[in-house]
């Protein structure tokens, strides 16, 4: 959603390590036809929560509902969730860390996201 202030420190390092051949070798190394997530993602058996930040640009927060629907897809004794923090980007966990490392927490610890935590966050 918006850039973190550090970003400008390493902007000029990040492009020219970027511009570096190997580095773009390996970039132009990628083929879509290996990158199948989708197919991948209704294979997971194991009870599942998405992160995702509200005003992601990249991969915007209407592609929850279609990453919950393939997580359970298949199994419907798996329970998958999702939690949007609310006013982050892509990278929540770098533009939200206090707010992205308590959700985290309360995943870890088996529970779900705090209720008190509405104004951050919504669990889907």
Not at 9 to 32: C, G, I, N, T, Y
Not at 84 to 91: D, E, L, N, P, Y
Request: hydrophobic letters at 40%; one cysteine or more.
């Amino acid at each position: 959603a918006k850039e973190p202030s550090w970003f400008s420190l390493v902007h000029s390092h990040f492009k020219h390590f970027l511009m570096r051949e190997d580095v773009a070798s390996f970039v132009h190394s990628a083929r879509p036809d290996l990158h199948t997530l989708n197919q991948i993602v209704k294979h997971i058996q194991a009870e599942s929560w998405v992160i995702w930040g509200e005003k992601d640009t990249l991969i915007p927060v209407s592609c929850v509902g279609t990453w919950l629907s393939c997580l359970q897809s298949g199994n419907q004794l798996k329970k998958s969730r999702a939690v949007v923090i609310k006013g982050a980007g892509h990278s929540l966990q770098l533009e939200m860390p206090w707010v992205t490392s308590a959700v985290i927490g309360q995943i870890l610890e088996g529970r779900e996201p705090h209720r008190y935590g509405k104004r951050w966050w919504k669990v889907v």
